[in-house]
């Protein structure tokens, strides 16, 4: 007689407790920039005020101002504003809770491939970030772009045990290309994940048709995706970042990626501000280098491992997916026209989003306490690095709000202003935004500087106002309201002097 065995309720209890805590500590690790929520620069608020005019019946298929960048975060932001209100602190869950899907999503293939607790730590590099990830998984709008990259690996990882394979082949393909609609940034995926769901198509011993039935419905999947990317693309909101490649530019990011963003991505380098570096104890600094060296031998080693025959196909894929990311986004790093100063780090962020994936083969041939200590100097360092990345939202170990966090002082200018009939102003691009969201368009605030404008109406409505505001924060240094006065003094324009806080404000009566 045949005899069922069945899994005990706490084996499966278990894994899902341990996996919550992992949710839970990814967090509480950004709590720093969750407390400081009002703090978020117009970057991320844009995407809320696009929500609320989604909500008000107005579309567009690209953010505001960004024609490389999709909508889809504005829309996932209008529906948790209907649910939960329209705030900061709604606008910062919709990421983080992208964030939080990913980690799932990662989770899931790597328990299939690994043991449950080195899959658990193969998640730690997605928890214990630097900054390049940090700031992706609480402002909006990127995360949702490679919560979809992570989607299309989970889609072609399980088409192989699944009972419709090609359907999943032609849905992970689609999301794959469909991740480059919501963020060009997606680009620096697209070769890892082509190359993923050809090796997928070859898994669970799959004869030549099994094969050619497979790598035909990621085609058609990808072509599908192809297609409406293609149609999207010719909006007039569309937008390109082509630039012309010159050694001098690959000179520069070659430099920029070896003094300043490569370290700073792999911790070994520490920055809590622009332009300042936290100098460790040289205990810890020797955890800083030994980690990141582990780090980088184990995901060549992933690479390698493609061809190292001992290891099951399904691990094997793995690493060869996290090693073609990683060379990707180095490569996609030197010739780019974006990277300019130590925040360009962010364009190096696939690195560690590859992380779990291309350490899958170490993970798989040390078991969990041997790869665990082998990637523990590098977790410290990032858990550290990170936390201290955070700025002024920390105190050592402990987060703290900062002026702009609260927020009282930009709610009594609002407050001001409104008094004195003010509906439009302008600011520095870093506050426009931001001050415009807080303030729920009222008043409405414009970058001092018209080229760095997202929305055309508010500068319309701008121009045509009898009385603006001229607003100027002193942690915005390149504004500052001196040179302002200097010139209305010289039009012989009518003006009045407010101060609220650390900010000035400037209301000025326009000349007929």
């Not at 009385?467 to 942690?475: G, H, L, N």
Request: include cysteine.
């Amino acid at each position: 007689m045949a005899v069922q065995l069945s899994v005990a309720p706490h084996a499966r209890l278990v894994p899902r407790t341990l996996f919550a805590a992992v949710l839970a500590t990814a967090v509480l690790f950004r709590l720093p920039a969750l407390l400081n929520a009002p703090g978020m620069s117009s970057d991320a608020t844009i995407v809320g005020l696009q929500a609320d005019h989604m909500r008000a019946g107005e579309w567009s298929w690209f953010l505001w101002g960004a024609g490389y960048q999709s909508s889809f975060d504005a829309l996932l932001a209008a529906v948790a504003f209907t649910l939960a209100g329209s705030h900061v602190w709604t606008l910062m869950a919709v990421p983080l809770v992208g964030h939080l899907i990913l980690l799932w999503l990662a989770f899931a293939v790597l328990r299939k491939r690994v043991d449950i607790t080195c899959a658990l730590i193969l998640l730690l590099p997605l928890v214990f970030t630097p900054r390049a990830i940090n700031s992706v998984t609480v402002y909006p709008p990127r995360q949702w772009c490679i919560t979809c990259v992570f989607a299309a690996i989970w889609l072609l990882d399980g088409a192989g045990q699944s009972r419709r394979p090609l359907l999943r082949c032609a849905a992970g393909a689609f999301a794959s290309i469909l991740a480059l609609y919501f963020d060009l940034f997606a680009l620096q995926f697209v070769m890892g994940v082509g190359f993923f769901a050809i090796a997928c198509s070859l898994d669970g011993k799959a004869n030549a048709a099994a094969v050619l039935q497979r790598v035909g419905a990621c085609a058609i999947g990808a072509a599908g995706g192809l297609s409406l990317l293609w149609l999207l693309r010719q909006s007039p909101h569309a937008a390109s970042h082509a630039a012309s490649l010159t050694v001098a530019r690959i000179a520069h990011n070659l430099a920029l990626l070896r003094e300043t963003c490569l370290p700073w991505l792999l911790s070994y380098k520490v920055f809590t501000e622009r332009g300042v570096t936290w100098q460790p104890p040289a205990i810890f600094r020797a955890v800083q280098i030994a980690g990141a060296g582990l780090l980088v031998l184990s995901m060549l080693f992933g690479g390698a491992a493609l061809f190292l025959k001992r290891l099951p196909w399904s691990v094997r894929r793995f690493g060869g997916l996290g090693f073609m990311i990683a060379g990707s986004s180095l490569g996609g790093f030197l010739v780019s026209s974006m990277p300019v100063d130590q925040y360009s780090a962010r364009y190096l962020a696939p690195i560690v989003w590859a992380a779990p994936f291309v350490l899958a083969p170490a993970a798989y041939l040390l078991r969990t306490r041997r790869f665990g200590l082998l990637v523990a100097p590098y977790l410290v360092a990032a858990a550290v690095g990170g936390w201290l990345s955070f700025g002024p939202f920390v105190h050592g170990a402990l987060p703290t709000l900062t002026p702009p966090g609260s927020a009282q002082e930009e709610t009594q200018l609002g407050t001001s202003l409104r008094r004195r009939g003010i509906e439009y102003a302008a600011a520095d691009y870093w506050q426009a935004y931001r001050l415009t969201f807080l303030w729920h368009e009222q008043p409405v605030v414009v970058p001092l500087n018209p080229g760095q404008d997202r929305y055309a109406p508010y500068r319309r409505a701008f121009n045509a106002a009898r009385v603006v505001a001229y607003i100027f924060d002193p942690s915005q240094p390149q504004a500052k309201p001196e040179a302002y006065e200097e010139q209305l003094r010289r039009a012989g324009t009518r003006y009045e002097r407010l101060r609220v806080g650390r900010f000035t404000a400037l209301i000025v009566h326009k000349q007929s």
